[in-house]
């Protein structure tokens, strides 16, 4: 990284070490590179892999990335309840904000932190839930393996949602509209695990499909500008 010290490191050798701004740094070869805080054990070195291996992929003529598969068949009776449940605001203590509410359309609010219940500030931006599905771990710091595993996190967050889920399933369960849904999806009244699952469903849709990138990647190459493929080939 630009400006970023520190001892050098003969050609080859990998430095992983932890920089005071809280994220994991790698040297390669001497060349500082940022990587994401990677809490699950590997994670650090799958990226360090990646980093050495595309490059080699390259000068073999053989294109590292593709065009994204398109989601897996969901049910669309769970697809549209985790909808409803992802722009409900009564999942929030205050009835201020649902998860769209930052998630705009599964993508960002634009704003250097989210902004949670009672308008209280967080600590970091907003990412995308758009492609989420194919990320092998969620939030900033990875902390969360799966899309139902990530639900709770906003919504016990008290710069969040500030809730919990007692609230939650309470105020799900006084709706005749929510417990006849989960019923007849879930076999049941609403509980934490058919909530998350319903959610989760609903992002695992959330993948962009047919991109100008995705029609360079199968050979269109005016898809993109000269100056958008000249960044790809750096």
Known sequence: RKGHGGPTHPPGSVEVRDHPAGDAF????????????????????????????????????REPVSPLPPPPPQDPLRVELGRKLFYDTRLSRDHAISCGTCHELGGIDGRPVAIGAAGRAGTRNTPTVMNSSLNPILFWDGRARSLEEQVSGPLLNPLEMDSDWELVLGRLHADAAYLEAFQAIFDSAPTIESVSAAIAAYERTLVLQDTCFDRFLVGDTGAISPAARAGYAL
Do not use: F
């Open 26 to 61: 790698a040297s390669v070869s001497g060349a500082p590179q940022r990587h994401a805080r990677c809490a699950p054990p590997g994670m650090c070195w799958r990226r360090i892999a990646l980093s050495l291996l595309i490059p080699l992929l390259l000068a073999a003529g």
